[in-house]
């Protein structure tokens, strides 16, 4: 079994930035994908951001231009960069890892709050 546990989450001003973190308790060397979810109060989780394990990477349209997600195996972490964040982007952000043998894991969540 895998833990994920994010963190980097937290208040932030609009135009503001954020690095979210999302470490693994083993090796993510093997695995088939990576990414990050987000869901507000009265909303549905919705999907952000992906990364395969050929590093392709894939956004919300939302995000686009703004955040990047990336991966350091040796660090077994995943990473979400935010830049010039919205209020819109409030949330509690998840990380997902989906391994080779098609196990499903989640973090417990992060919040971002981003507000003047």
């Known amino acids: 079994q895998v833990q994920l546990v994010e963190s980097g989450g937290g208040l932030v001003q609009p135009g503001g930035s954020l690095r979210l973190s999302c470490t693994a308790s083993r090796s993510i060397f093997s695995f088939r994908s990576m990414a990050w979810y987000r869901q507000a109060p009265g909303k549905e989780r919705e999907l952000v951001a992906t990364i395969t394990s050929g590093t392709r990477t894939d956004y919300a349209d939302s995000v686009k231009g703004r955040f990047t997600i990336s991966r350091d195996n040796a660090k077994n972490t995943m990473y979400l960069q935010m830049n010039s964040l919205k209020p819109e982007d409030t949330a509690v952000y998840y990380c997902?890892?989906?391994?080779?043998?098609?196990?499903?894991?989640w973090g417990q969540g992060t919040q971002v709050t981003v507000s003047s």
């Open positions: 997902r890892l989906v391994t080779t043998t098609l196990n499903n894991y």
